[in-house]
């Protein structure tokens, strides 16, 4: 869900631009606290939640504990995004790489995210990551939508991630014109792998 803002860069530099210097609270995260923060947001999320990343996989979370086998202790994210759907949470996403064997495997078992509860949308020049919920709280950095990227694997395996979590209404203003931006394909006019590099240009939505 976008903020319309007297602030948002101009169309012409909605991908390129260097925003004036100012300060902005910010918080820093690294490593597990990818997992403590960014997707404890994603799981309170009342209106919209708008993530980017470059590679997209089966990613499993903690929840409501089954029985005492620890592998009856996680579930998928996909079902966390479910519920989130059935609650009327407007869900994005938005990766340049095909998504996992997993990821497919799992998306396929929710028929409400299939028919259109997460929107899903390919860019192969798409290499930022985000995760924007309710135009309130954004998270930027490194950290793809990966287990090993989000801190959901265990300590030695989990990737070192660093990134920085904020609640800045300009800061989001920019992050999610540039956002609506690509998702809209209004980049693909001048795209240079329009030709051969891109199976599906949005701007032919």
Known sequence: MARSSAKTPPASSLTDFAAPTRPVDVGLIAGRAHYDVVLARIAQAQ???????????????????????????????????????????????????????????????????????????????????????????????????????LGAKGEGRRNFELGFVSSDEELIDQVQAMYEAIWTGSQCAGCKLRKDGCEAPLDLD
């Not at 409501?64 to 996909?78: A, E, G």
């Open 47 to 149: 209106r919209s939640i708008w993530i980017a990343t470059a590679n997209l996989k089966e990613l499993m979370v903690e929840g409501p504990r089954r029985s005492v086998r620890s592998r009856d202790r996680f579930r998928s994210v996909l079902d966390v995004l479910d519920e989130r759907a059935a609650a009327g949470v407007e869900l994005r996403l938005l990766h340049a790489g095909h998504p996992s064997r997993a990821f497919r495997a799992s998306f396929d078992r929710h028929p409400r995210l299939v028919r259109g509860g997460l929107e899903l949308r390919l860019c192969p020049r798409v290499h930022f990551k985000t995760v924007i919920v309710d135009a309130e709280s954004c998270y930027l950095g490194s950290a793809n939508w990966t287990g090993a990227g």
